[in-house]
């Protein structure tokens, strides 16, 4: 069993920037991909970004591509969202999960943060 605990988020001004760090235990860290995701207020949740275990191999969003990167560090259990020019529209609750693959679909994965808010202001 795997958690994760998802820190970081606060409020920013547009064009601002954010890290967040989601902390993992209770598993090997580097046998599980990692996803960050996002829910928007009276939308669905979304993907953002996905890492495979030792960081090779990253994929984002269209809406995020060139803004955010997603990186990890297997030695503290860690992978982070680094979040530059920040739009209002970004602002949403983001969560990070594990799956066993390298994948972005999240039905597919196994565990998930209680999430962090993150607010843009214009």
């Known amino acids: 069993q795997v958690q994760l605990v998802e820190s970081g988020g606060g409020l920013v001004q547009a064009g601002g920037s954010l890290r967040l760090s989601c902390a993992a235990s209770g598993g090997t860290f580097s046998r599980y991909a990692m996803g960050w995701f996002r829910q928007a207020p009276g939308k669905e949740r979304e993907f953002v970004a996905a890492?495979?275990?030792?960081?090779?191999?990253?994929y984002y969003a269209d809406s995020v591509k060139g803004r955010f990167t997603i990186s990890r560090d297997n030695a503290k259990n860690t992978v982070y969202l680094q979040m530059n020019s920040l739009k209002p529209e970004d602002t949403a609750v983001y969560y990070c999960?594990?799956?066993?693959?390298?994948?972005?679909?999240?039905?597919?994965?196994?565990?998930w943060g209680q999430g962090t808010q993150v607010t843009v202001s214009s």
């Open positions: 999960a594990a799956d066993t693959l390298f994948r972005w679909n999240q039905r597919d994965y196994d565990y």
């Open positions: 890492i495979d275990g030792i960081g090779r191999n990253t």
